[in-house]
């Protein structure tokens, strides 16, 4: 499993209105593609004291799969236009990595999954 991730910046006065971007329009258009290998993602959001950062963290099980996604250029930044005019900066590459292991939640008792799949950088 690849897990792919993206951060970008917004003033606390357009943090909202990205959030709610994310929610209500980009996230419908990226499981309208219906991409084989994509798994879902988070977003993840922490108040900086001047702005407010958001992580983007997507799943998918294959490079193939970000490039399907993303392009043959996958780790370029997947920033719409409306994102991008109410963020005020944008990290330009995303990050790839390998997932090796998944932790299930002590509650729940689940053992970790390990997993031991080569990642191939064409």
Known sequence: MISRIRHGYASHADADAYES????????????????GYRG???LRRDLGQEVEFATIMWFDSIAAVREFAGEDYEAAVV??????LLSRFVARSQQYEVLVEGGSQASGAVPQLHRRAVKRD
């Open 21 to 36: 971007l994310f929610r209500t329009e980009i996230i419908r258009r990226i499981q309208d593609r219906r991409i084989p």
């Open 80 to 85: 719409p236009v409306e994102a991008r005019e």
């Open 41 to 43: 993602l988070h977003l």
